[in-house]
């Protein structure tokens, strides 16, 4: 039996339940503020010189009212029975430039508003009418409208503002429009006000000013579908900065790492902000915050991707000058924490650290001191010695050098005038150096009490010191001034010195823990040239899967740490905590040269020593 062929059914989709569609496009704009950003984009269409934003309160109702002095609207019957059917697409068919819409339904928007929309205006025939629309209702009105003078514009009535939408203060309309329309106004040259009376305060929208260095010389954006323009800065890395997707003027995106094709380097540095404004990009009708992935897209990302070549090796240098001035400032602070460490711990285990000698080999042209990238591989780098040692001032120790821990300021070069500045402030701190000492039985140790300013300056006039022993024993000379000289008893023990500075009602107070002992550690033998090193400077290595932290070089007086080491990686989460780790290494580092013949568990109770003192001044 033949079968007869089905009936090919089909035919054009059509609206089957209109007001039901008006519905749901009036409810696809859910941001108020985007909404707001349309009724002001009418007003700049229909070339007005002047917008006012009025948000109020009148019997117990808050409103919102938008007033330009644009063109106006002629045809509102046709307005009200042509959603969808854009009287703006159509001109831009004929070719007419400098306007937004096309979709013809930016007029529902007041739903994600208010209540109520009262739109009042005056036609080119010089008559003004008003036409009313109600949330929920698919009913409007149209009727003229008095007035006692003559106007022109429009003006935009919308109440009651929605309950969840009166949080809409005048400064957050400010700043939506100065990102939303920033060239828009910026081309135009409308001037906006915002007259918040809830708040008494009128504002002026400004185009948004971006921060940061205005990159020239950027790659073209070429696109056989129109124009692509790009205004980009580079500045401080911030998760804030952001680089929006414009079209005509008018922000489409925020933030170009939402979408995913732009969810990469360098759009994802934090370095760059600025707008990306294509022409032909196709919207979303419903919301006007998005776009249709479609061949115009396709388009832009390949015209991009030069762009993002160029960006991405601009980005590495800034990188690498930052990282450049971090490893300086890292370097300031360690260099501090440790040379107050040094004041802190006994003399002839890390004199050799004075750098007085390669200051004066530098001053007599000898430029073998070792530079390293994060610094001049010296301890100075804040203007001090490094060590704070007071170039012709008398060892403690009698030998003629002062050793790091003497002295604790640097002294001006002859017939230098201090500035105000530079001259020390009240007494803040006290401290004794050294803070601990191992001493012989029967020897004499010579110690220095260091008044100090807030600022940390040595404070040297107005002062009165007393010395004395609270625990131990031994005997104290010279009890009334900056040095006093101890005498060991001779049997070991442990003995504090306490030492107390006045000056006018401020009193401060500082001990130092002095070990008696029958057998002192041999001091270490200090360089046969005379030539006394500086605190190291440092440098990055990358040494993946290689377990070694850091190493010294002694010839170039650098300290090579593995920043592909996990142990940096994870310190390099937090600053402190990166700070410490270096400090840790540092402490490391000097041990291991300062003590080269030591056994292990030596080395360990001077790592344990050094990096004690040192952490406990780091900030």
Known sequence: MKKTPAKKRGGKLRIGDHWNAITIIALSQTNPLKAIAEFVENSIDAKAKNVTI??????????????????????FQYMGTHIGDSIKRKLKEKGATGIQGEFGIGL????????????TSTGREGLTQRMLLVKGDPAFSIRDAATLFPQTGTELHIRPILAGVRQLSGEKIQNYLASELRDRIAKSGVRIRIADRTSRRELIVEPRKFHGRLLHG?????????????????????????????KNGTRIIPDLTTIDRFRQFPWTSGYLEGIVDASFLQLTPGTRDGIIYDEAFASLSAGMEKLEEHLAELIREQEKAEEEEASKAILHRVTR??????????QEDYGWLNIQAQRKSRASGDGSAGDGPAGKGAAGMDGGTGDGSLPGAESPDGDGAAPAAAVAEQADPPGTQKEFFQYPGPLHSFLISPATAFVGVGEKRRFRGIARDKSRRTVDSGLSYSWAITQGAGSLDMTDGEFAEYTAPEEPGLTILEAEVRQGEETRRAQAVVTVTAELIPQRERESSGRKKGIPGYTYRSAPGE?????????????IINNAHPDFIFASRQGMTKLRYIVRLFAKELVLANFPEAGKEELLERMVELTLYAEENLR
């Open 54 to 75: 009025i948000r109020g309160k009148q019997k117990g109702e808050y409103y919102l009212k938008i007033i330009d002095d644009g063109e106006g609207i002629s045809d």
């Open 108 to 119: 529902l928007s007041f739903w994600t508003v208010g209540e109520t929309l009262s739109i």
């Open 337 to 346: 924490a440790l040379r107050e460490a040094f004041l802190l711990l006994p």
């Open 218 to 246: 950027l790659p073209e954006i070429a696109s056989p579908l129109g124009e692509v323009y790009a205004e980009l800065y580079i500045s401080q890395r911030s998760a804030e900065n952001q680089v929006g997707l414009y």
């Open 547 to 559: 377990l070694w932290r850091s190493r010294y070089e002694e010839e170039n007086s650098l300290i």
